[in-house]
């Protein structure tokens, strides 16, 4: 059983910067890959970033590349998520997920409740 608990929300306009944090406990968080997924009003829920157990290996999707960075700090059991140059299209429920297995492939074994993150000006 993995809890992970999302912080570092709020509100900006466009331009800003966000850190989004994930902080996680239950489990050994070492060996969970991890990564963020966000989801719009009227929205499927979609895939941001991922990070592997060792950070050896990350991924972003398309419409993020080069404007976020997602890290990881075992030693405190948190993950971030650094959002740069955010877009209004950035507005949405950001989750935090854990993968069990140490890679992001396949279906999320734990979920975050969420934190709204809103660009607008």
Known sequence: QVQLVESGGGLVQPGESLRLACAV???????NAMGWFRQAPGNEREFVSGISWNSGSTDYADSVK???TISRDNAKNTVYLQMNSLKPEDTAVYFCAAW??????GPVDSWGQGTQVTVSS
Do not use: D, V
């Open 25 to 31: 406990s239950g489990r050994t968080f070492s060996r």
């Open 66 to 68: 080069e404007r976020f």
């Open 100 to 105: 069990y297995s140490g890679s992001y492939h």
